[in-house]
């Protein structure tokens, strides 16, 4: 099992992420918005961490909360991959709380995420 999280399996080129936005599907759990889109055959799962500047006002703050959605993602996505023939998904997680939550309530919600992630 790879517990890695590579710069591949980060949502980070300019079109590809005005795709995810324009054309996505989303849902709500919180503190997360999640907006998703099936990728093309053939690629992995890419990734989008997003705290709003708005809600958290300090850098430090925002980057706490990236990092512990980061660590959380990456110790969990084994739950998006399966067996059989599934499309890759390209997922965007917009913290949208004006709160810090600790990492183990992160970690829960991120868990449900993707377990519902995995379904559709």
Do not use: C, W
Request: avoid cysteine; hydrophobic fraction near 40%.
């Amino acid at each position: 099992m790879d517990r890695k999280f590579p710069k591949t399996e980060r949502l980070h080129s300019r079109k590809l992420i005005k795709e995810l936005f324009d054309k996505s599907s989303s849902f709500f759990l919180f503190p997360f918005k999640v907006i998703f889109l099936p990728a093309q055959s053939g690629e992995t799962n890419q990734v989008l961490i997003s705290v709003s500047k708005k809600k958290l006002k300090r850098a430090v703050h925002r980057n706490l909360i990236k990092r512990r959605i980061r660590e959380a993602y990456r110790l969990n996505k084994h739950l998006l991959d399966s067996e059989e023939l599934s499309t890759a998904k390209r997922i965007g997680l917009i913290y949208v709380s004006s709160d810090r939550m600790e990492f183990g309530d992160i970690q829960k919600k991120l868990i449900r995420i993707l377990l519902k992630l995995k379904k559709l």
